[in-house]
């Protein structure tokens, strides 16, 4: 007979160890990335939201204003998660594909759109590799990634598919994580993402995937805005714009598909 590991038999996506060295490398980034997220969705929007002190849907928001949308503008949202950026652009009058690699988060973002009655057209949900777009070239008028381009195994990869899938002209806003510049901000937040999220994270998802621990030290070993912003250009896109957020917990960067 066979048992199907329940979660607090399966191995840790990230152990102390793990994170010791530079996640960004590891081999099976991809596979412990998936394993993480498919253990955390269930309370992952809760956790957003208390733990950005309900400011993450307002950074999302602010990245649809900064793309600007036009009614029927066919975006992309990539690494869709469960959907919250999905449902902003959808909001806004885009018609929305939304790709995630992790099912279990997919289904919550499949879930949400279905009770909600304010949108028009509903984002239509699929799953996809950020770095293996199953869409044709030229197909979007904007691509947007929140969050998910430090999660994914070759993020240039990637980027090079949102510019294949873009049409010229075409749009990409990226917002992640980034580090204040004002050097008390800087401690403060290093402080909070670093020990106190971690801890009360991981206690409301009752974690034991790794999740919350990966979350600070993917940050503080990825890009940092200027590098991603060189990155984003490397793949073709001449960048518009930078905005930091919230003392520059966050920024959105906005580009154009050369
Ligand atoms: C932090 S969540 C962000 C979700 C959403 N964009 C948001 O704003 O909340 C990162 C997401 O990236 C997805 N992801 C990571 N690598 C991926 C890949 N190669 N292809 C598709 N999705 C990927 C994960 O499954 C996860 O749902």
């Known amino acids: 007979m066979t048992t199907q590991p329940t979660q607090s038999s399966k191995p840790a996506a990230w152990t102390a160890n793990d994170l010791a060295a530079d996640p960004h490398g590891a081999a099976d980034k991809a596979d412990r990335v998936q394993?993480?997220?498919?253990?955390?969705a269930g309370s992952?929007?809760?956790?957003n939201r208390l733990h950005s002190f309900f400011q993450d849907q307002r950074w999302r928001?602010?990245?649809?204003?900064?793309?600007?949308?036009?009614?029927?503008?066919?975006?992309?949202?990539?690494?869709?998660?469960?959907?919250?950026?999905?449902?902003?652009?959808?909001?806004?009058?885009?018609?929305v594909t939304g790709v995630d690699f992790t099912e279990p988060m997919l289904e919550i973002a499949r879930r949400k759109v279905?009770?909600?009655?304010?949108?028009?057209?509903?984002?239509?949900?699929?799953?996809?590799?950020?770095?293996?777009?199953?869409?044709?070239?030229r197909s979007f008028d904007v691509v947007s990634i929140a969050f998910g381009l430090r999660n994914v195994a070759e993020p240039a990869r990637a980027l090079r598919e949102f510019h294949r899938v873009l049409r010229p002209g075409g749009r990409l806003v990226v917002l992640e994580f980034s580090e204040p510049r004002q050097p008390i901000v800087a401690a403060l937040n290093?402080?909070?993402?670093?020990?106190?999220?971690p801890l009360t994270a991981t206690?409301?998802?009752?974690?034991?995937?790794?999740?919350?621990?990966?979350l600070p030290r993917s940050v503080q070993t990825f890009a940092s805005a200027e590098a991603l912003a060189a990155m984003v250009r490397e793949a073709g896109f001449e960048v518009r714009r930078q905005k930091a957020m919230t003392f520059g917990v966050c920024t959105a960067t906005v580009a154009i598909a050369r």
């Open 35 to 40: 394993r993480m997220f498919a253990a955390i």
């Open 44 to 47: 992952y929007d809760l956790n």
């Open 61 to 95: 928001r602010k990245a649809v204003a900064l793309v600007g949308i036009a009614p029927g503008d066919r975006v992309l949202d990539v690494a869709c998660g469960t959907g919250d950026l999905s449902e902003a652009f959808a909001r806004a009058g885009a018609l």
């Open 114 to 137: 279905a009770r909600r009655s304010d949108l028009d057209r509903r984002p239509d949900y699929r799953q996809g590799d950020a770095m293996n777009l199953a869409f044709p070239d």
């Open 190 to 197: 290093r402080i909070y993402s670093g020990r106190v999220m």
């Open 203 to 214: 206690l409301l998802a009752r974690d034991r995937s790794g999740a919350y621990r990966y």
